[in-house]
C-alpha cells in the first residue's frame, strides 16, 4: 500500500510542469530570469554605462588624471565652448569625415564589383575569394607598419610601380600634405574591402535564382536586372556593410598612428588620435572627456537615424 | 657510490649555506629607453649584482613609446620600477605630484656630493623647482644633441674642389647653420658612387618630442628663449622673437632643401638608418648613439666624424640625459638607494663611460685622458658646457604636444607662417600656465 502511494506520489510530481516545480521550491519564473540576466546587467553597468557616465560627469571639470593632489572643480560647460570653438577640433572633424567618406565609397564600389564577378562561380573562384580576404586577417598596427615600407620613396614598391607607369620622381605618399590623406583611404581600402566584398557575397548568393529566370522571361535585359533585381535585394547587406565599416572608421587609429602618426602637420590626424594624444599624453583629462563625448553623441546619433533608414530599406 | 652522493649533497648544502645573500637581498627592476646606452647599463649592474646580491631586472621601452609607457606608470602610481632613468623634462611633475623619492638626506648620509657631478647635468637632471638645492635624481646619462657626418666623402679631393668652387670656403666642419645649409645643399641628389645621396637627416618626427628637439637645435643658436629671465612665464617677445621666427624659417628651410625624399617624420632611429645606409651625407642625432655609429659595419672607424651643434648668434645645444631616481611607490627603496650609492662610484662612472654610458661625474669628464679617450669626447664635453634645455614644467606634456603641433605645422606640412606658428604656440602655452595657475 505504502508502496503503492509513493508510485502514486512520483508520478504525480512527474506531471508537474517545470515552472510549477520552481515555483514549488521557492523561485519563479521571474527570479529564474533575473538569478540568469543579473550577472549580464552588473557587468554592463560596471563596463559600459558606469564608465560614459563618469566620462560625462568628468566632461564638466577641469580635472588632470595625472595631477592627484589638484582641486577637481566644476567649470560647467567650458571644456565644450573652448571645443566647440576651435579650429583645429573642426580640423580634425574634417580629416575624419573624409577619411571615413572616401574609405567606404571605395570599399563599396569595389567590394561590390568584386562580389558580383566571384558570385558568378568561374573556375578557381574559391581559391580567389581566400585570396581577396587575405588583408582583413592582419592586424591594423602590422598593416600600417608594412605599408609604410611599401610607400617608402626611395625603395618602396610603390613608387616603383608609379614611376613604371609615369616619371613621377621620388614622391612621397605619406610626407606629402596632399596625398597623405589618400594613403590612409588606400591601405584602409586595401585591407577593408573583402569585408565588404564578403557581405555583399552573401547578399547575392541570397537572391533566388527564380527571379532572374522570371525576368527573363519577362524580357528583362541584364542591365534592367541588374537594377531592379540586384541591387534592390543586396542593398540592405550594403547599408549593414557600410554601418559596420563607418562605426571601425569614425574611432579607426592602430593603422594611421603606425603609418602616418597623424601628420604630416595634423592631415591624418584623425579625431581618435588627437583625442588620445590629449587624454594620455597632455593628460587634459575633462576636455577629453567632453570631446570623447561629443564623439560618442555623434556616433551613436548618426547611427541610429541610420539604423531606422536601413530598417525601412529592409521592410520595402 | 651512496658515500658518493652523501658528501655530494653535503657539499650542496654548504655551497647554499656559504653563497653571498644573493637571493635574499631581493630584486629591482630599473625601468628605462630601449637603446644602446641601455644595454651598457646592464652589463655594468652585474657588477652591482655580484657586490650586493641584488639582482637587477630591466624594462627597456622603445624611445617612441618610452614617456607614454613610464608617465602612464608613474602617474598610476605603479610599482612595475623601483629606479626610472626618466627625461630630465620628467623631473617636474615626478617631484611635484610626489613619483620620485627626494634624495638630499640620502645624499648627506652617505656622502654622496652634487659638487662632484658637471654642474649642468645637476642642474637639468637632478633639480627641482629648477637651480633649487633639492634633488630628484642623480644625473645618470649625460647627452646633447650633436651631429654626424662622412668624413670620408668630405676629404674626397674631387668634392673638396666642387664645393669650393661653388661656395668659396674649404668644405668642412660647419662653423654655422648657413655653412650646415651650405654643404646639405652641395650634397643634395649628388651621386658618389654611383649612389644618388641627399644633404642631411634631421629630426622631423610628430608623435614623441623629435621636431621639438630638432628646432629647438635651431632656435637655441639662435638666441630664442622660452620666457623673460627676470619675469617667468612672460613669453611674448622671447618665444615669439624675430631670431627664434628666423631660426624656426631656417629650419623649414633646410628640411624643404636638404633632406631625403619622405624624411617627413624621422626621429633618432630614422636618422640613424638614413645615415647608416649611405643615404645622407649628415645626421644630427643624440651623442648617446655616437659609440654605436663609431663601431658600426657600415659608417664606423674613420669613415665618420662628429661635431657639435654649429652657432649662429650664440653657442648652444639640446639637452638630452636623464637622471636616475628612486620611484616612490616602490616596496624596494632601500635597495634601490643602495644601486644609487653603487653608481654614484667614481670608479663606476669610470667603467659606465668605458662601456658606452656617458658619465656626468667630473672624476672622469675632467680627467685630462679624456677629451681623447673617443673621437666624440671632446664635442661631448663642449656640448654639454652650453646645454638649453625644454621646459621642466609639471605640464610639461601638455607643452611639448602643443610645440610638436605648432611647428610640425608649420615645417612639414607647410601651413601658415613661422611667426603664426610661434604665436598659436604662445597662446596655448599661455593657456596652459594660466590652467595651471602659473599666469
Known amino acids: ?316 | 657510490m651512496f658515500r658518493k652522493a652523501t658528501i655530494l649533497s653535503a657539499a650542496a648544502t654548504l655551497a647554499a649555506l656559504v653563497q653571498p645573500a644573493a637571493a635574499q637581498e631581493g630584486e629591482l627592476t630599473l625601468c628605462w629607453a630601449a637603446w644602446d646606452p641601455a644595454n651598457a647599463l646592464q652589463e655594468l649592474s652585474k657588477d652591482f649584482t655580484e657586490q650586493t646580491g641584488i639582482e637587477m631586472n630591466f624594462e627597456f621601452v622603445p624611445w617612441t613609446n618610452f614617456a607614454d609607457r613610464f608617465l602612464n606608470e608613474l602617474n598610476s602610481g605603479g610599482q612595475l620600477c623601483d629606479l626610472m632613468i626618466g627625461d630630465s623634462q620628467w623631473l617636474g611633475g615626478s617631484a611635484t605630484y610626489g613619483h620620485y623619492v627626494q634624495l638630499n638626506d640620502f645624499f648627506d648620509e652617505r656622502g654622496i656630493s652634487m659638487d662632484d657631478f658637471l654642474p649642468a647635468t645637476v642642474y637639468a637632471y637632478s633639480t627641482w623647482p629648477k637651480g633649487e638645492p633639492q634633488y630628484w635624481a642623480l644625473p645618470a646619462m649625460g647627452d646633447a644633441l650633436g651631429w654626424v657626418y662622412r668624413r670620408d666623402w668630405f676629404e674626397r679631393p674631387e668634392l673638396q674642389e666642387a664645393f669650393a668652387a661653388e661656395y668659396g670656403y674649404d668644405l668642412g666642419v660647419p662653423e654655422n647653420w648657413n655653412q650646415l645649409m651650405d654643404i646639405g645643399r652641395f650634397f643634395q641628389g649628388r651621386e658618389i658612387d654611383g649612389v644618388t645621396v641627399y644633404g642631411m637627416a634631421i629630426y622631423s618626427e610628430r608623435g614623441s618630442e623629435g621636431i621639438t628637439m630638432g628646432v629647438t637645435s635651431a632656435m637655441y643658436p639662435w638666441g630664442m628663449q622660452y620666457d623673460n629671465p627676470d619675469q617667468p612665464y612672460d613669453m611674448e617677445g622671447y618665444l615669439n622673437s624675430p631670431e627664434a621666427v628666423e631660426a624656426l624659417e631656417f629650419y623649414k628651410e633646410l628640411y624643404e632643401c636638404c633632406t631625403p625624399p619622405g624624411h617627413s617624420d624621422a626621429y633618432m632611429v630614422a636618422n640613424l638608418d638614413a645615415y647608416r645606409s649611405g643615404q645622407v651625407a649628415m645626421q644630427m642625432n643624440w651623442f648617446a648613439f655616437f659609440p654605436g655609429i663609431l663601431k658600426d659595419d657600415n659608417v664606423g672607424g674613420d669613415v665618420s666624424g662628429f661635431f657639435v651643434n654649429p652657432s649662429q648668434n650664440v653657442e648652444a645645444s639640446v639637452l638630452g640625459g636623464q637622471g636616475i631616481s628612486v620611484v616612490s611607490y616602490s616596496d624596494n627603496i632601500d635597495q634601490a638607494l643602495e644601486y644609487i650609492e653603487w653608481f654614484a662610484q667614481p670608479d663606476v662612472q669610470q667603467q659606465w663611460w668605458e662601456l658606452g654610458g656617458y658619465s656626468c661625474h667630473r672624476a672622469v669628464l675632467e680627467d685630462p685622458s679624456f677629451p681623447d679617450s673617443q673621437p666624440f669626447a671632446g664635442d661631448f664635453l663642449v656640448a654639454m658646457s652650453q646645454v638649453q634645455d625644454f621646459w621642466q614644467e609639471p605640464t610639461y606634456a601638455e607643452l611639448l604636444q602643443a610645440m610638436q603641433k605648432r611647428v610640425h605645422d608649420y615645417v612639414v606640412a607647410d601651413e601658415g607662417t613661422a611667426q603664426e606658428a610661434l604665436d598659436q604656440l604662445l597662446e596655448d602655452w599661455t593657456y596652459t600656465f594660466e590652467d595651471d595657475g602659473k599666469l
Open chain 1, 1 to 316: 500500500m505504502a508502496e503503492s502511494t509513493l508510485t502514486a506520489e512520483g508520478s504525480r510530481r512527474a506531471q508537474v510542469p517545470v515552472g510549477s516545480r520552481g515555483r514549488a521550491r521557492g523561485l519563479s519564473d521571474r527570479a529564474v530570469l533575473l538569478l540568469f540576466i543579473t550577472p549580464t546587467l552588473v557587468l554592463l553597468l560596471a563596463i559600459n554605462i558606469f564608465p560614459l557616465i563618469w566620462n560625462i560627469v568628468l566632461s564638466f571639470t577641469n580635472y588632470r588624471a595625472n595631477q592627484p593632489g589638484r582641486e577637481i572643480k566644476w567649470i560647467g560647460l567650458r571644456n565644450y565652448e573652448r571645443l566647440l570653438g576651435s579650429e583645429d577640433i573642426w580640423g580634425y572633424l574634417q580629416v575624419t569625415a573624409h577619411f571615413v567618406c572616401w574609405s567606404i565609397f571605395f570599399q563599396v564600389l569595389i567590394g561590390f564589383s568584386l562580389a558580383w564577378l566571384l558570385n558568378r562561380q568561374f573556375r578557381g573562384h574559391a581559391f580567389w575569394t581566400t585570396v581577396i580576404v587575405l588583408p582583413m586577417m592582419l592586424s591594423p598596427a602590422v598593416v600600417g607598419t608594412f605599408w609604410t615600407y611599401l610607400f617608402q620613396p626611395q625603395s618602396g614598391i610603390f613608387n616603383y610601380i608609379v614611376n613604371f607607369f609615369i616619371d613621377a620622381g621620388d614622391f612621397s605618399m605619406i610626407g606629402d600634405v596632399a596625398l597623405a590623406p589618400w594613403t590612409i583611404v588606400i591601405v584602409d581600402t586595401w585591407m577593408w574591402t573583402p569585408f565588404v566584398m564578403l557581405i555583399c557575397l552573401a547578399g547575392l548568393r541570397s537572391i533566388p535564382e527564380y527571379i532572374y529566370e522570371a525576368a527573363e522571361v519577362d524580357g528583362a535585359s541584364p542591365w534592367r536586372q541588374f537594377w531592379t533585381i540586384t541591387v534592390p535585394m543586396v542593398l540592405p547587406f550594403l547599408m549593414l556593410a557600410v554601418l559596420f565599416r563607418a562605426i571601425e572608421n569614425f574611432k579607426m587609429f592602430d593603422m594611421v598612428v603606425e603609418l602616418t602618426s597623424g601628420g604630416p602637420g595634423s592631415t591624418t590626424e584623425l579625431a581618435s588620435i588627437n583625442l588620445k594624444r590629449e587624454a594620455f599624453e597632455s593628460w587634459k583629462t575633462g576636455y577629453s572627456a567632453a570631446f570623447a563625448t561629443i564623439l560618442f553623441v555623434t556616433v551613436f546619433g548618426a547611427a541610429n537615424i541610420y539604423v531606422k533608414f536601413l530598417n525601412q530599406v529592409k521592410k520595402r
